[in-house]
């Protein structure tokens, strides 16, 4: 039997089921929805929401708040966000810094932010914090800078954990849409994280809906590099999957379209990993099935088709990335140059329908990257090559010698004859 308390929280949730039943309520901010519920962003709007309405339904440590969110128990970790306000009213692209507080106490508090805007296309750039305990129950301020606001509106979110304590909070705002007559876009791929070690490359896999017309992959890495290749897509505006060159570190990469009156991106954040050998390379390209081959071919060697196809080391290569299909990546990694000489580096298709595409080579010394070249267009339904470099070897001292050059078929000599 339901004791006073009991009964009162279900006459709650049937008179809230009662208000919104016949659909949801729009709203802005906290204070524009009915009592016990809050504003929460979906999709492009905000809606009233109620997450709870007793405290039994928010776990060990946590209590229902007065507007039907959990939150952590008085005398916990108490995490609020006190800028952006909720329903404060923002420009699309400015730059601004959330900020709250948090009880600290014994326990290190590490504090991460996330979110996304009302387009579901430009996410929160991953950030986290730690405040040290200071021994005693005190209230301490956070900030995270540089955070992007995005178009038709958005939320950020904040989740603190100390110990076995563990708080999570979200402030929604609103914002407006630069380009209104531009087309939605779907990103599938990527999601927000790493990508595969060594890969140094992104799928991107999307639609882009209403329009048909010119439409832009895109990656720009934290220090400002940034590839842009164009697609045409059909009137289905739907994207098949396609890879996008990165630089090791942190980069946006997704889809950008250019509208009448503006600009609409939809990305997400992702973080890349080149390895630390002595040399490495890697490739990327655009084809949707075309196969393109990677090839490190040592000194005194003869390139062949068959050369670093393999996990196994081959002629002092070896390709750690699982994909060495379409479409890519790739990578080899050389363990040691301990071989005085000319180390070439090449590119070749397998022969296939699709034709022409749009590769990129990125090298590597020491997990430092030397040389990005590229974008390259080839036609792997041919049998000509790209000879992309030499790295020339004297006494332990590496150079790297651009080529870049399209070659008929394979030399049939060793590099240093390239």
């Not at 939605?184 to 992104?202: D, F, K, Q, R």
């Not at 040691?336 to 580096?345: N, Y």
């Not at 090449?346 to 699709?354: K, Q, S």
């Not at 050059?405 to 394979?410: G, H, N, P, R, Y």
Request: charge should be negative.
């Amino acid at each position: 039997m339901l004791n006073v308390s009991q009964r009162a929280a279900v006459t709650a949730v049937v008179l809230l089921w009662g208000s919104l039943g016949c659909g949801v309520l729009p709203c802005s901010k906290d204070s524009t929805c009915p009592p016990a519920t809050y504003c929460r962003l979906e999709a492009d709007r905000g809606v009233c929401a109620q997450d709870c309405v007793m405290d039994s339904q928010c776990g060990e440590g946590r209590t229902c708040t007065g507007t039907g969110r959990c939150k952590a128990a008085p005398g916990m970790l108490e995490l609020r966000i006190t800028a952006p306000t909720n329903g404060q009213q923002l420009s699309p692209g400015d730059i601004m810094t959330v900020e709250g507080t948090v009880m600290l106490g014994t326990d290190v508090v590490v504090l991460e932010i996330s979110g996304t805007d009302g387009l579901e296309c430009a996410p929160v750039r991953p950030q986290v914090l730690e405040l040290s305990p200071t021994g005693r129950r005190e209230r301490a301020t956070f900030r995270f800078p540089d955070v992007v606001v995005g178009q038709g509106g958005g939320r950020v979110a904040v989740k603190a954990t100390a110990g076995l304590l563990e708080d999570q909070t979200e402030n929604v705002y609103a914002s407006g849409v630069t380009c209104p007559d531009c087309p939605a876009i779907t990103l599938e791929e990527p999601v927000n994280g790493p990508l595969p070690p060594y890969a140094l490359a992104s799928p991107i896999l999307g639609q882009v809906d209403g329009i048909p017309g010119t439409t832009t992959l895109f990656s720009e890495s934290g220090n400002g590099v940034t590839f842009r290749i164009p697609l045409v897509l059909g009137a289905s505006g739907v994207l098949s999957r396609r890879v996008v060159p990165v630089l090791p570190g942190a980069s946006r990469v997704g889809l950008m379209f250019e509208g009448p009156t503006g600009t609409r991106t939809c990305y997400r954040h992702v973080t890349a990993t080149a390895a630390a050998t002595p040399l490495a390379a890697h490739l990327s390209w655009d084809g949707d099935t075309a196969d393109l081959d990677l090839l490190v071919i040592p000194p005194l060697a003869t390139p062949s088709r068959g050369a670093c196809r393999t996990r196994a080391t081959v002629a002092g290569c070896s390709a750690p990335t699982p994909e060495r299909t379409a479409p890519g990546p790739e990578a080899i990694l050389v363990d040691t140059l301990g071989e005085d000489g000319a180390w070439g580096v090449a590119v070749l298709g397998i022969p296939g329908v699709e034709g022409p595409v749009r590769a990129v080579v990125t090298l590597t010394v020491d997990g430092e990257v030397v040389e990005q070249l590229g974008p390259r267009t080839l036609d792997p339904r041919l049998p000509e090559s790209w000879l992309v470099g030499r790295v020339l070897v004297t006494g332990g001292v590496r150079v790297v010698e651009v080529l870049d050059t399209v070659v008929a078929q394979l030399p049939g000599g060793p590099p240093d004859t390239w």
